[in-house]
């Protein structure tokens, strides 16, 4: 269970309370404002609700592009992504056909 005494002001009274306590005043999972809490945001960040649905469908598809794109160049650098290239070294070192 997370520490959830740390105190913070209330963005809106300017209240001291804890993260718990002030998780509870605004309908938010305590662990949600302790994440935030840990993730170095403060104020209005650790109780606004992210807005869902609020990109474009173009905004969206650019994004899953950029994702599939960063994705793809990742695995290009594991060592599955490797073998052939290393067979086909071991074969001109053993004399095959170049």
Known sequence: MPKL???VNDPYSGEELSLSKLAAI??????TVY????SGKRGMDLITK????SLTIGEQERQRREDLSRCIDLAKGTALARPLKHIADASKMLGGSQ
């Open 35 to 38: 994440s935030r809490y840990m």
């Open 50 to 53: 992210p807005k869902r649905g």
């Open 5 to 7: 005494d740390h105190l």
């Open 26 to 31: 605004y309908g938010i999972a305590a662990g």
